[in-house]
């Protein structure tokens, strides 16, 4: 059973910056691809980044230019730099790892 902790969410002003992380423990000792997700009370849950246990990375649309995903495979954690953030981004963030180990989630609220 692989455990998600996640951190770095909060309440940011339009056009600002926050970093995500999560960090996975458990009984897994494989290094899997890992991803973030976001979901708000009337949106399905959506695919904000991903990335491969080699690095290799994925964008949602909507995010695409604004956000950055990492990973440091000796602390088991990934990372979601994320920029110029707007209104619409405002969610909570999940922490996948793949295929279905989620975390509990983080708020994030873009406001003035």
């Known amino acids: 059973q692989v455990q998600l902790v996640e951190s770095g969410g909060g309440l940011v002003q339009p056009g600002g910056s926050l970093r995500l992380s999560c960090a996975a423990s458990?009984?897994?000792?494989?290094?899997?691809?890992m991803g973030w997700y976001r979901q708000t009370p009337t949106k399905n849950r959506e695919l904000v980044a991903d990335?491969?246990?080699?690095?290799?990375?994925n964008y949602g649309a909507s995010v695409t230019g604004r956000c950055i995903i990492s990973r440091d495979n000796a602390k088991r954690t990934i990372y979601l730099e994320m920029n110029n953030l707007k209104p619409e981004d405002t969610a909570v963030y999940y922490c996948?790892?793949?295929?279905?180990?989620w975390g509990q989630g983080t708020q994030v609220t873009v406001s003035s």
């Open positions: 996948l790892f793949y295929p279905n180990s």
């Open positions: 458990g009984s897994s000792d494989s290094i899997w691809a």
């Open positions: 990335i491969t246990s080699f690095g290799g990375t």
